[in-house]
């Protein structure tokens, strides 16, 4: 029909040993905005401000919402234990037709240092490996974002490049980048 939406759902849910990652629901606003998208610390090295308000983060996840159908691919990870929101994982770069894509990811501080993200990042890994026909993909972090970089090496991404960028959050101070890729050949090492 004319003008009729053609859905993409790429956000399917994602079940690691701890971890359940789904696509986000507005009732996630208010948890997401209390656990990590108000907080200095997580967001220090992220493109995002941290957000003043749960109206905000409303606003934000709406939008990650209504984008659902046409593709993107972003989880609102959460515990299998008790069902909390704890961060998210996104592809923020998706380039279908050139078969990559980059990834981004964010976790509350109260979980940091046990292990989370490198299994939310070997699981969404995985998962695009086997949904798409990509041939890499790519993560990139501040150079004195030691645990990024950590996390990513752990799931076997390699570093390619150093690059320096004007960061528009420090009034366009230069940053040096880490850009780290992982293969579709070197998925079976994950
Ligand atoms: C970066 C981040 C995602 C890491 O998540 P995490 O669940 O704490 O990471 P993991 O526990 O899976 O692994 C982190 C690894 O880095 C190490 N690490 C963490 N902080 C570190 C630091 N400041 N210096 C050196 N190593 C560090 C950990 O010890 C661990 O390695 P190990 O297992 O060899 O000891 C999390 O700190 C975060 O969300 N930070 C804020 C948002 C952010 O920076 N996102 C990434 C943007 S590129």
Not at 57 to 68: A, H, K, N, P
Request: aromatic fraction near 12%; proline fraction near 3%.
């Amino acid at each position: 029909m004319f003008g009729a939406v053609i859905e993409i759902i790429r956000t399917f849910p994602i079940r690691t040993p701890r971890l359940y990652l789904r696509q986000f629901v507005m009732t996630d606003a208010a948890k997401a905005y209390d656990n990590w998208m108000s907080d200095d610390d997580v967001t220090e090295f992220l493109t995002w401000e941290t957000h003043s308000s749960k109206e905000e983060s409303e606003r934000v996840i709406g939008i990650w919402i209504r984008s659902y159908e046409l593709g993107t691919m972003d989880w609102c990870i959460t515990l299998r234990k008790d069902h909390e929101p704890i961060g998210s994982i996104t592809a923020v770069q998706d380039f279908p037709d050139e078969k990559y894509c980059e990834i981004g990811y964010c976790l509350a501080k109260e979980y940091w240092g046990k292990g989370y993200m490198t299994e939310a990042v070997k699981a969404v890994t995985e998962f695009i490996f086997r949904n798409t026909d990509y041939r890499w993909i790519q993560a990139r972090c501040d150079s004195e974002n030691y645990g990024s970089r950590r996390c990513l090496e752990k799931c076997n991404y390699k570093l390619i490049a150093d690059i320096d960028l004007p960061c528009a959050k420090r009034r366009e101070e230069v940053r040096t980048y880490h850009v780290l890729k992982i293969d579709r050949t070197d998925i079976a090492r994950l």
